[in-house]
């Protein structure tokens, strides 16, 4: 019996080394494990056998038995495994040929910047409060301490409507939205409001749009210092144009603020060394901002002796410039595919 | 302004180690913006030397070769100067020299070796305007007592520095070199010092002679003097020299000492020759067309806004702009009425911004200080006398409206604390408000402080605030973040969401101008309006707020088709703007998209057609929330630039919001298709929240049909016939084939539909059922058979 086994197990392995094919595998589990293999053969004389030897010839015809699948389930394994090999091999690509494209769209750059502005503003607990870009005068300038023949107008060529000379106009400054918000605001508690929008002034050259994007800050409250603005106004300046910027504070003039600041950043170009784009100073002017007036304030319905507040105003479209490098305002709203379309990809965070 | 060194010195000690770039820093610190500092003349190495010898280039019928003596060596120069010639002083460049034109080399010209050059006073960078009549046609000839060898910019006193300002519409103060000397005693902690006001008048009394007489309350202070025999002639060098310095053009002794006195205190001042004026000055509004011939020889045409000065009979002088010219101080001019006077802001801006703006409106536009007005013409007459050999009336006329005085203002230092946000000692503060020239008493609780009236721009406490921070350094403040509530920040959503959802369709946002023309604005729509147009345009392609988006779009298109970019698939989101029947203005914010060419980009080319814009807006629709209830419908809101057979109005809710589709072959000969929704319009039917649905575990039935129907027969409508007769199990309806022209005037269109229930598995027979249903219901109402398998 023993001798049958090894010769059986001899068999198998001489076997094994020909079979290169899955029939082959077929074949093999006929011959050695099938209904009438040679090993299911071993149990056919058992009936004739004592209790005992049924034992050990069981155990022994179990364990060629086992033997012999375990062997050839792993040369089974093995050609399954060269066959799928094969088929991929055969499936193999040029990944290197060009992928279908999925056309790509962007936002305008004025749209990103101003989202960059809102994101930020908003998770600092602001609102985004929109005006109107037709105004009147009232609210884009009497309202803001500019009356009638006020020299400050002279800074601002206005666009008026027909028939509405110094009556409505197409707004010259988002500031009219510090009016809007404060008269907006029934129970003239606290403000927290950025306004994005287009703004439209008599000037066209590389650097003026007679359209243009501003963005105001107002907040009001009852302890507001220009120490708030300044702080926010770094927090402002380091995300739209880099951790490194510093802001600078130069005193100046507007009707609407008291007192007022034109607010310098260190020179994105080169870092406050002193370049070109900063005419050598390190510093770029970006925006106007101050203290609301208490006229202001008090023409709006606030209570001056109560509640003070900062203001501040800023183009996007110089931002803009200055982010992307775009050397002409003009770019901007000229709509060229070939400039839009390249607004395609995340901002870096 | 341009502020000279040398003038605002007579006034002020400044450092002398202190350069001037440093001077213009600190100013600018304070506040004041300058655009530009350095010396008067930007030149080096100019000394001055005498010509020893001069003769004919042998080579050239022009040039001369000179012998010049520069104190220590005489050097061979050519110059092509006409008027040189032996014996004159005159400005050596020497070799190395950097002059605006160039640095000056030795040379040889035409054989003749040359080092250096003989100067004119253009060739130093003295602006034309400046030039006297003799200084255009050569080298400039210094005074013959002139020592040799020394510099020359200091031997013509034009050894000066120059700051030009940039100043803020409310410091008119600083339009004066008093105003800058307070400025720069407030930085450097300097006194100011006081001005010399003194002559001698004679016994003769104004009041004999002449009078005024103001009608208008457009002037607030009138102030008349008389200055008689005064000699006409040229104004000493550093007159002359400080209004060089200061931009203004010398004419003669008087004249400049009117400018001069303008310059010190601000205030600007007319002189009229006394003998051409009669005895009566009146200040009154003009007339309307009233003319007056201004010292430019100018007709100007006036009207009631305009103030002028006037004799019983004619207007005189343009008050606060220009005199006129029949009253003008001439060579022969021997008497002279001085007028200073303050005439109403406002006014004077309107009327220098209609006729011409001058260094005297500038400043009647920023306001003047009446005391200004009392010392400008003491000034004018100890100037007079001293530079004029004037004899001074005695006397003055006077009117005087002004209320102006000086303000009185109490403050605390907590106030100053909780505005700058700083922490500074009532020390401190006292200290800046002395220094500035302020009168300060400490009532303990507060400060009361007293603002020279020069200092118009101070009123209120604020005022007062932002002069401690301008003193302080506002630079000086610490940022910190403002401590408030936690509230939550909010901002337009659906807006932002709308982009970026074109965006993510592949359209690239455009952003275009607001205004277009006229003639375009009633395009691209059928609505009825009246459009906003401007006053004043810049343009006439830009005079008019547009309603549709739709021009600006296709103006896009073109342009960027032009250069050769037909593949264009863009949106905008914008406001259009219009005036409604009861005249109030309207803004609404609009979406418009334009497609055209290619959509698909490299391996999958395909044209846009009308169904792919139509997808854009039923992605955008289904976006916002408004899956079934919109149609696309044909009606008279279709505007006459689209295609007729290929356009449609958006209908949402029983409202047309917008309108789709092909751009007429008149208005574009590609293929172009456009879409423009009214947001306002759109956003105002509210959608509900989005809710999750069960989905069904229970298979669908699928069952297909086609129907053979008339070619005017919608897809829409048929869908429509469908979705009514398959009911609630009815869950999708697709259409998978379309056979235009089958037969006769007639289309197949084949569509799969979905039949499912929720709650469990359908019976085919139930289904067979409802499917019957959909078929007789669809062949009864369009007269449609089955299309044959």
């Not at chain 2, 004799?311 to 101080?329: H, R, Y």
Request: some cysteine.
């Amino acid at each position: 019996m023993q001798e049958n086994i090894n010769n059986i197990k001899e068999s198998l392995v001489r076997d094994l080394e020909s079979v290169n094919k899955p029939q082959d595998i077929v074949d093999l589990k006929a011959k050695y494990v099938g209904k009438s293999g040679c090993i299911t053969e071993l149990t056919k004389n058992m009936r004739d056998l004592s209790i005992e030897e049924k034992k050990t010839v069981g155990m022994l015809v179990n364990e060629v038995k086992n033997y012999a699948n375990d062997l050839i389930s792993k040369k089974e394994e093995e050609i399954n495994n060269a066959i799928l090999n094969e088929k991929l091999n055969k499936e193999s690509i040029d990944i290197t040929l060009p992928s279908k494209k999925i056309k790509r769209g962007s936002l305008h750059p004025m749209t990103r910047m101003v989202e960059e502005f809102e994101d930020l503003f908003v998770s600092m607990g602001f609102t985004v409060f929109e005006g109107p870009e037709l105004e009147s005068d009232e609210n884009c300038f009497q309202k803001l301490n500019i009356p009638k023949g006020h020299p400050a107008r002279d800074a601002q060529d206005t666009f008026y409507l027909k028939d509405e000379v110094e009556n409505f106009l197409l707004r010259s400054q988002t500031s009219t939205a510090q009016v809007r918000a404060m008269e907006a605001n029934e129970e003239k508690g606290p403000i927290r409001i950025v306004c994005p929008g287009k703004v439209y002034r008599r000037d066209e050259d590389a650097t003026h749009s007679h359209q243009f994007m501003q963005i105001e800050g107002l907040v009001i409250d009852k302890n507001i210092s220009m120490a708030d603005l300044k702080g926010t106004l770094e927090v402002m300046m380091k995300r739209i144009l880099g951790e490194k910027t510093q802001v600078r504070f130069r005193p100046s003039f507007f009707p609407f603020t008291e007192p007022s600041v034109e607010v310098d950043v260190t020179c994105f170009k080169c870092g406050g060394k002193g370049c070109s784009l900063c005419k050598q100073t390190g510093w770029i002017e970006v925006l106007g901002a101050g203290m609301v007036h208490p006229d202001v304030l008090t023409m709006s319905g606030y209570d001056p002796k109560v509640y003070q507040g900062f203001a501040f105003g800023t183009g996007i479209d110089r931002m803009a410039m200055f982010k992307y490098n775009i050397p002409d305002i003009r770019t901007i709203y000229g709509n060229d595919i070939r400039f839009i379309e390249q607004f395609d990809r995340k901002d870096e965070d | 302004m341009l502020l000279s060194r040398k003038f605002v010195s007579d006034y002020i000690d400044l450092d002398e180690n202190l350069t001037i770039n440093e001077i213009a820093e600190a100013m600018t610190g304070v506040g004041n913006e300058y655009d530009d500092a350095g010396s008067l003349i930007k030149c080096s190495k100019l000394v001055t030397g005498e010509v020893l010898e001069c003769v004919d280039h042998p080579d050239s019928d022009h040039l001369h070769c000179c012998k010049v003596d520069v104190g220590t060596e005489v050097l061979d120069i050519v110059c092509g100067a006409p008027n040189v010639k032996k014996g004159l002083k005159v400005i050596v460049a020497l070799v190395g020299a950097k002059l605006p034109g160039g640095e000056i080399k030795k040379g040889t010209i035409r054989g003749q070796e040359s080092n250096g050059m003989l100067c004119s006073m253009a060739e130093l960078g003295l602006d034309n305007k400046f030039l006297k009549p003799e200084d255009k046609e050569g080298i400039h000839v210094l005074p013959q007592d002139t020592p040799l060898g020394v510099d020359a910019i200091k031997a013509l006193g034009l050894d000066d520095e120059v700051i030009d300002f940039e100043l803020t519409s409310n410091r008119g103060d600083l339009l004066s070199i008093l105003g800058m000397a307070y400025e720069l005693g407030a930085i450097y902690n300097k006194k100011v010092k006081d001005i010399d006001l003194s002559y001698t008048a004679n016994s003769d009394d104004i009041k004999n002679s002449f009078k005024i007489d103001v009608q208008t309350d457009d002037c607030s202070l009138f102030l008349a003097k008389k200055a008689i025999n005064v000699t006409i002639k040229e104004s000493p060098e550093f007159i002359k020299n400080r209004l060089i310095a200061s931009g203004i053009r010398p004419i003669n002794n008087v004249v400049d000492i009117s400018n001069y006195v303008m310059l010190e205190t601000g205030q600007p001042l007319h002189y009229y020759d006394a003998n051409r004026l009669g005895n009566t000055l009146i200040v009154r509004n003009a007339n309307d067309n009233e003319k007056l011939t201004t010292l430019d020889s100018q007709e100007r045409i006036l009207s009631r806004e305009d103030i002028v000065i006037a004799d019983p009979n004619k207007a005189v002088g343009l008050a606060g702009v220009m005199g006129g010219l029949s009253t003008e101080v001439e060579e022969d001019t021997k008497d002279i009425i001085i007028e200073s006077a303050i005439f109403d802001s406002i006014k004077i801006r309107k009327t220098s911004k209609k006729i011409l703006r001058s260094e005297a409106s500038n400043r009647f536009e920023k306001g003047l200080d009446p005391k200004r007005t009392y010392m400008a013409i003491e000034r004018s007459c100890a100037l007079l006398e001293k530079y004029a050999d004037a004899t001074i009336v005695g006397g003055m006329l006077e009117y005087n409206n002004s209320n102006i005085t000086d303000a009185n203002i109490d403050i605390t230092i907590d106030k100053i604390k909780s505005v700058l946000g700083i922490n500074i000692s009532k020390e401190e503060v006292i200290s800046i408000f002395e220094r500035l020239g302020f009168t300060v008493k400490d009532n303990n609780e507060s400060l009361n402080v007293i603002v020279p009236s020069r200092r118009r721009d101070i009123k209120i406490v604020e005022d007062l605030i932002e002069e401690v921070g301008r003193i302080y350094g506002m630079d000086k403040i610490e940022g910190k973040l403002p401590v408030l509530e936690t509230i939550k920040g909010s901002y337009d959503k659906t807006k932002r969401a709308i982009k970026h959802k074109l965006a993510d369709l592949g359209l690239n946002e455009t952003m275009s101008y607001t205004l277009i023309p006229n003639s375009e604005v009633h395009k691209f729509t059928k609505d009825e309006f009246t459009e906003v147009t401007l006053n004043d345009p810049m343009s006439e392609d830009r005079n008019t707020l547009r309603y549709s988006l739709l021009y600006s779009l296709n103006e896009i298109y073109k342009y960027n088709k032009a250069r050769n970019n037909s593949n264009i698939s863009i949106f905008e989101l914008a406001k259009g703007f219009y005036k409604d029947s009861e005249g109030t203005y309207q803004e609404e914010s609009k979406l418009a998209v334009l497609m055209a060419g290619e959509y698909k980009l490299d391996i999958q080319r395909e044209n846009v057609d009308f169904y792919y814009i139509k997808g854009v807006m039923e992605e955008l629709l289904y976006f916002l929330g408004y899956e079934g209830r919109y149609s696309l419908q044909i009606n008279d809101t279709i505007p006459n630039e689209l295609h007729p057979g290929v356009s449609a109005a958006i209908v949402v809710n029983g409202t047309n919001v917008g309108i789709i589709g092909k751009l007429h072959p008149n208005v574009s000969k590609d293929n172009v298709y456009v879409m423009e929704i009214n947001l306002t319009k759109l956003l105002s039917f509210r959608t509900g929240s989005m809710k999750y649905k069960d989905v069904s575990k229970f298979p669908g039935i699928y069952k297909d049909v086609a129907f053979i129907v008339d070619n005017k027969v919608t897809s829409q409508d048929i869908e429509l016939a469908i979705k009514k007769a398959g009911g609630r199990l009815l869950t999708n309806i697709q259409i998978f084939d379309l056979y235009p022209n089958i037969e006769d005037n007639k289309k197949s269109m084949a569509y799969k539909l979905c039949f499912q229930d929720p709650s469990r598995t359908l019976e085919d027979e139930e289904v067979m059922q409802v499917f019957n249903t959909i078929i007789d219901s669809v062949t009864s109402k369009f007269n449609a058979k089955v299309r044959d398998k």
